[in-house]
């Protein structure tokens, strides 16, 4: 807040909420003041990689945004954000398989950690389908008619201390069911490797504190989720428990 507050054509500070400075009253004047903002504090080094691409601030899911943020600053201002993810999913028989990506090194949040197979933030305006569509492509090369049989499957909330601010987002998570001989294929560089694994194995992974294999903590919990309606997480368990909170409205 005091950094913020140094911008005081902005922000005023009132008691311990930062408020915009009066005649920034409309969605277009917040947004290019905060543009200008954005832009200061990346070139103090602050902020993730810088996208050019906004997310909607707005109180609830679907209401007019009270402005647009650039999408590397979402995390400092500890902005809510939304993001759909699909598991990758392959049956053949009995035998439940999971597709994992592995993050590119080059990735401005969780380089080169394990990820699900699909998943990406939703800018202003994208509705949740929509989005993952679009991230299964770009991700793993699957076709538009194949993506749009994801299923939606839940709906999970994280809220944690990150090094560049605070996550609070929401995350539509699916389950996308594959045929056996599918082989993902990424489009944009941003996944360098894909494994196809049991459940079982998928469990070891999320249970990896650290290491090469270590799992984005979004991907965890969508996946845990998974595994969750798939039997393999004690009713009693810490597992469960966590799962239950994350499902909770945010």
């Not at 905060?34 to 200061?40: K, M, N």
């Not at 201390?161 to 389950?175: C, H, K, L, N, S």
Request: net charge negative.
């Amino acid at each position: 807040m005091e950094r913020l507050c140094a911008f005081d054509d902005v922000f005023r500070r009132d008691g311990d909420e930062l408020a915009f400075v009066d005649g920034l009253s409309t969605c277009e004047l917040r947004t290019r003041a905060l543009e200008a903002v954005s832009r200061s504090l990346a070139n103090e080094g602050v902020l993730t990689a810088w996208r050019d691409e906004r997310y909607a601030a707005s109180h609830a899911w679907g209401a007019p945004a009270a402005f647009m943020l650039e999408r590397a600053a979402a995390r400092y201002f500890g902005l809510h954000t939304y993001a759909a993810h699909a598991n990758g999913i392959v049956c053949d028989g009995r035998a439940v398989r999971m597709w994992l990506a592995r993050r590119s090194p080059r990735k401005p949040i969780d380089p080169g950690q394990l990820d699900n197979l699909v998943g990406g933030g939703m800018a202003a305006g994208e509705e949740p389908d929509a989005t993952l569509v679009r991230e299964a492509w770009e991700e793993a090369g699957i076709p538009a008619d194949v993506a749009a049989n994801a299923r939606r499957v839940a709906t999970l909330h994280i809220e944690r201390a990150v090094p560049d601010g605070f996550q609070r987002e929401t995350i539509f998570a699916y389950d996308l069911p594959l045929p056996s001989d599918f082989v993902p294929a990424n489009q944009d560089g941003e996944a360098v490797e894909h494994r196809c694994v049991g459940l079982d194995e998928v469990a070891r992974l999320i249970a990896r504190a650290d290491g090469d294999d270590r799992m984005t903590v979004d991907a965890s919990l969508v996946a845990l989720d998974c595994l969750d309606r798939h039997g393999s997480v004690p009713a009693d368990s810490g597992c469960a428990r966590l799962l239950a909170a994350t499902r909770r409205a945010g």
